[in-house]
């Protein structure tokens, strides 16, 4: 349906604006990655909207720890982990345990905007 203006109205929904944010987030994450030596890739995040889209996404896993990273780098059924901005991991842990296991997974890590 067109406007007074001759331009298409568009219809704003929950899910179109999740579905665009998701976009969004997507296009800066392919920006803003560090490669780590095995080929393993870790996705900086700003701390806010950005995080909370990648966290409500399917099949994410949340570590906190060192050792949790690895349980879920070790865990066949998670392909996405993200850290948390107060975690207790270090960029060098991440690919110490990365290196280790032979993993490329997404790593999401949140950082303070």
Do not use: P
Not at 5 to 24: C, R, T, V
Not at 87 to 111: H, Q, Y
Request: hydrophobic share 35%; net charge negative.
């Amino acid at each position: 349906m067109l406007d007074n203006n001759g331009s298409e109205d568009i219809k704003i929904d929950k899910d179109n604006i999740s579905s665009l944010a998701e976009i969004i987030v997507r296009q800066k994450l392919s920006e803003n990655y560090k490669t780590l030596s095995n080929g393993a890739k870790i996705y900086i995040l700003a701390s806010g909207w950005e995080t909370s889209i990648i966290e409500d996404s399917n099949n994410i896993a949340i570590a906190s720890t060192l050792s949790e990273l690895e349980f879920h780098i070790k865990d066949e059924n998670c392909k996405n982990i993200l850290i948390k901005l107060g975690s207790l991991i270090s960029d060098e842990g991440i690919e110490r345990i990365c290196t280790r296991n032979g993993s490329t997974k997404a790593i999401f890590k949140e950082v303070k905007d």
